[in-house]
């Protein structure tokens, strides 16, 4: 199964324009559990919030459980001391295959966006601040995300940034249900996207991608 889609994603790139493989990775709720983080301290069911993807959409959570997730989602004490998943330590690993790593994050505020760049430059050996992109949105603009459209391989929870991605490959975390939801994955149907079960198994994918594509040159 992997090596079919490791074949398809080979051709589709030496088809494309890109040169140089171009690996985009999300933050909250990939390389660390935001939500959960929110629901705990709400005394909430992490599984619960998770489940739609769009929270005043979650039927699950009193309308005052939802303003006070989407809140949080703007509460610049949330993201510090962020608690990031093992695989982090690893994300640069395929830039040894000759491959190109950034992050891509949206933020409610720019505090937001300071903290996050500063423990990831401190999680992840090597990376710098021309690696990571923030961008400072209102809740309005949450079910979108700008990308590069040269995007080779991008991991993302949300089913919205998913369905309009220009990668290659699409990546998605299947432990958390609003990525796997057979909402999302008819959301996403027309992309080809492939579910791992946390960060460090996603880690290995993205390798195992690029070390195909590396040694099976056009």
Not at 10 to 20: D, R
Not at 65 to 72: A, E, L, N, V, W
Not at 155 to 175: G, K, Q, T, V, Y
Request: charged fraction near 20%; charge should be negative; hydrophobic fraction near 40%.
């Amino acid at each position: 199964m992997d090596e079919t889609i490791f074949r398809q994603f080979t051709q589709n790139f030496q088809a494309s324009h890109q040169t140089t493989p171009l690996i985009v990775y999300d933050v909250d709720d990939i390389l660390w559990d935001l939500t959960r983080r929110i629901a705990l301290k709400r005394g909430l069911d992490p599984d619960i919030c998770y489940a739609i993807f769009r929270i005043p959409d979650n039927p699950e959570l009193t309308k005052a459980d939802q303003d006070y997730i989407i809140k949080s989602f703007a509460n610049a004490d949330i993201f510090r001391n962020i608690d990031f998943h093992p695989g982090i330590i690893d994300l640069l690993r395929p830039e040894s295959l000759g491959a190109k790593v950034k992050i891509n994050s949206n933020c409610f505020s720019q505090a937001i966006a300071d903290l996050k760049i500063s423990q990831l430059l401190q999680a992840i050996p090597g990376l710098t601040t021309d690696d990571i992109q923030v961008n400072i949105i209102d809740h309005s603009k949450a079910l979108r995300k700008p990308l590069n459209p040269e995007t080779t391989i991008l991991i993302d929870d949300s089913p919205h940034n998913i369905a309009e991605s220009p990668a290659l490959l699409n990546i998605m975390p299947s432990h958390i249900p609003w990525s796997c939801h057979p909402t999302a994955k008819k959301q996403v149907a027309h992309q080809t996207v492939v579910w791992q079960p946390n960060l460090s198994a996603i880690n290995d994918f993205v390798y195992q991608a690029v070390s195909y594509l590396a040694n099976h040159p056009s």
